[in-house]
């Protein structure tokens, strides 16, 4: 299920430094999530500002999902993750570890968020294509990179 993105009013979104409708962002949901290799596109940095209560209220059923699907995974296969190093802890325990939970949301868990967060389709605005930092805070999650502005010139 989708969250409505009207349900958070202390969640933001920040093009190029300045506060955005967050009704003018989405996410790119394709397999070149990451890649801009189109001339035309003209390319600006985003920031996703998340309160923690936020965060663990839209994701932390991704979250607990992943987590057994990791556990399962080092287990068989005798390997060490994020989620081992720290215990298997809930999402609200794994703020604690700031730089392991920074490395979930990176790998695992920032197209989710997006998902859930942003529209699905929009008119005209930004479509987010790269996750480069994340950042935990005690009481906050920032996630930063690029986006590309929506329609594409021609």
């Not at 999530?33 to 996703?48: K, N």
């Not at 556990?71 to 005798?78: E, F, G, K, L």
């Not at 993750?81 to 809930?90: A, D, H, I, L, N």
């Amino acid at each position: 299920m989708r969250a409505s993105v009207t349900s958070y009013d202390i969640m933001k979104v920040l093009i190029n430094g300045n506060e955005t409708e967050i009704e003018k962002v989405s996410c790119n949901h394709g397999m070149n999530y990451g890649q801009f290799r189109f001339e035309a596109l003209e390319i600006d940095e985003y920031e996703l500002i998340l309160t923690k209560e936020e965060f663990i209220e839209v994701i932390d059923s991704s979250y607990c999902r992943v987590r057994e699907d990791i556990r399962a995974d080092d287990i068989a296969c005798n390997e060490k993750s994020e989620f081992s190093r720290t215990g298997y802890v809930s999402l609200e325990k794994m703020f604690s570890h700031p730089a392991e939970l920074e490395s979930v949301i990176s790998t695992y868990l920032d197209k989710d968020l997006f998902e859930k967060v942003l529209p699905l389709h929009i008119e005209q605005g930004y479509i987010i294509n790269s996750t480069d930092v994340v950042t935990v805070g005690n009481e906050t999650i920032s996630i930063g990179g690029r986006t590309y502005r929506w329609p594409l010139n021609q």
